[in-house]
């Protein structure tokens, strides 16, 4: 068998399958407001030079144009230059679906999200299934989860199934609970739950694990279907900045078109895949893909769930939830079973990366890790990760520094939380939640993202709610919580070269320096001079990615 090293050296190889465009001469971007990061340093300068999709020099214009007199020259007209956004965690098939099922995110109210489904329902008459979701019961300030007979009042005609906001729910009609063959004398499955009404029927919601009884039902997506997904979920992240990204969980039929793309050149951004336990032995068995299709897609993370999430009250906790005692939230697997398969992971090379969101999941996590280093002391060194930590322990966040660990959030979801939060686990509790000073203090890497397309995948909401911890209305005064705030500095090291470090990248992106890809993108303010109410406002002119431009707002007008 081969060692990870020859591996890595035959997927390098590997990578080189797609042509490096040979230029003839360096481009020179000048009259540009420049910034990146070298070392612990912003630096700022006024040109950039790049060649075969890397990054030559940066600097004064007059100089580099003296140092390279026959660069193409390209006219940056002034504007605020940045290196390439990465978000850390989200769900690229998914953002893609989005912009083609019912889109509730933003809906004010039960009636509101009703008239949309109605508005969708009316416009596709030929779909045997009504897909989408986006629904926040807090929002519509139900003090409830929906109910199908409300679903029902929508779409009856035909079975329909709407994720909640955070992935960890769906809402189903009459019609899918009968084909899911739900009633009132089916079990709760293991991490899962069946909302029921007071005499023990269900109501219309699943919540985490008891979801798979109607996604079975469900027809799978075609590869047409998931290659459309994709393409236009690329097409979106471009446009709002993003040149890299981590999918956080896609199965093995998803990572063969993944590597389809990248074989055509048809992934315009730093692809950075996770793949699911239940195919994890197929990835294991060829070793970890490394900057595959000229570093465009990299596979070398296990992605695992130890727990739900908070707005579904499916995040499991230490002790009950304050607003509902009967209720601690659901742990995925045992503490043996999630032990074994970090293990398993690190066995063959795989950095590892845990959704845990409640102080309990974070805390079988922690444990898990600790033991499996003393199995596989290499593993530590894999730069692995628990994504969200959302709820932690004042006494366990230490044990991130102690174990290495990458803490993986998204700063968007305190502000979305923020209305709920601590109506869900109390103010005592939330001295450990979205604790991203504590964090950055004793030296834990903070690998920023949206979880997308739960949030948006617009990083530069990211940075405003990093920043301010306030909704984009500048409530509540002064932000939520603002002793947990970041830095705009460190918020910005977050999404650039911490996100890389968290995808072993940071020597080939993240920043401007000699030798990285030539990612970058031109914004219409300087994101270091503008009032930090006005972040999240910020637009994307164009998006390069090895040199190459893949978007240009001025061309999509």
Not at 74 to 101: C, K, S, W, Y
Not at 129 to 153: M, Y
Not at 457 to 475: C, E, I, K, M, W
Request: charged letters at 20%.
């Amino acid at each position: 068998m081969r060692s990870l090293c020859e591996r890595v050296i035959v997927t390098a190889c590997l990578g080189l399958i797609l042509p490096m465009l040979a230029h003839g001469a360096p481009t020179l971007i000048e009259h540009i407001n420049g910034y990146t990061l070298s070392g612990e340093q912003l630096r700022h300068f006024t040109a950039l030079v790049f060649d075969y999709g890397r990054v030559l020099d940066t600097g004064d214009t007059v100089a580099l144009q003296r140092k390279f007199p026959d660069a193409r020259l390209i006219d940056g007209q002034g504007r605020t230059l940045l290196p390439g956004l990465i978000d850390a965690h989200g769900h690229v098939l998914d953002l893609g679906l989005e912009q083609v099922q019912v889109q509730l995110y933003g809906s004010a109210s039960l009636s509101d999200a009703q008239s949309r489904i109605r508005s969708y329902v009316r416009a596709h008459g030929g779909e045997r299934w009504i897909r989408g979701g986006g629904w926040n019961q807090v929002i519509w300030k139900l003090g409830r989860f929906p109910l199908a007979s409300e679903l029902d009042q929508a779409v009856s005609d035909r079975p329909a199934v709407l994720s909640r906001v955070d992935g960890h729910a769906e809402w189903l009609n009459t019609r899918a609970l009968q084909i899911a063959g739900i009633t009132r004398l089916t079990r709760d499955p293991p991490g899962g739950r069946i909302e029921r009404d007071a005499a023990g029927n269900p109501s219309g919601v699943l919540v985490d694990q008891a979801m798979e009884l109607v996604d079975q039902k469900i027809p799978p997506l075609t590869d047409a279907e998931r290659r459309s997904a994709l393409l236009t979920a690329f097409v979106h992240m471009n446009s709002v900045g993003l040149t890299g990204f981590g999918d956080a969980g896609v199965d093995a039929r998803e990572i063969a078109l993944y590597r389809q793309l990248a074989d055509e050149g048809r992934i315009p951004l730093r692809a950075y895949v996770m793949a699911l336990w239940d195919d994890f032995g197929i990835s294991a068995r060829s070793g970890p893909l490394i900057g595959y299709g000229h570093d465009h897609l990299t596979v070398r993370t296990l992605k695992l769930f130890a727990d739900g999430a908070l707005g579904s009250r499916g995040a499991a906790m230490l002790a009950p939830y304050s607003d509902q005692p009967d209720q601690r939230g659901l742990l995925f697997m045992s503490e043996d079973e999630m032990e074994h398969r970090i293990e398993t992971a690190l066995r063959a090379h795989f950095q590892v990366a845990v959704h845990a969101i409640g102080d309990a999941a974070n805390h079988q996590v922690l444990d898990a890790f600790e033991r499996a280093y003393q199995a596989v002391p290499a593993g530590r060194e894999l730069r692995n990760r628990i994504e969200h930590a959302q709820v932690v322990t004042l006494g366990d966040i230490p044990r991130f520094k102690q174990l290495d660990l990458i803490a993986s959030m998204q700063p968007t979801h305190a502000t979305s939380d923020m209305n709920m939060a601590e109506d869900r686990i109390g103010a005592a509790r939330l001295k450990g939640a979205y604790a991203w000073r504590t964090f950055l203090a004793q030296g834990t890497p903070i690998a920023a993202g949206s979880d997308f397309p739960i949030e948006s995948d617009n990083p530069f909401f990211g940075l405003y709610s990093a920043v301010t911890r306030q909704d984009h209305d500048n409530q509540p005064p002064g932000g939520w919580h603002p002793e947990q705030a970041m830095t705009l500095l460190e918020a910005f090291r977050a999404f650039t070269l911490d996100a890389a470090y968290a995808e072993h990248q940071e020597r080939t992106i993240g920043s401007l320096e000699p030798g990285k890809w030539a990612d970058f993108i031109l914004i219409d303010h300087d994101l270091f001079k503008i009032a930090p109410s006005q972040i999240w406002k910020i637009k994307v002119y164009q998006t390069w990615v090895g040199g190459e431009r893949v978007f240009d707002a001025e061309s999509e007008h």
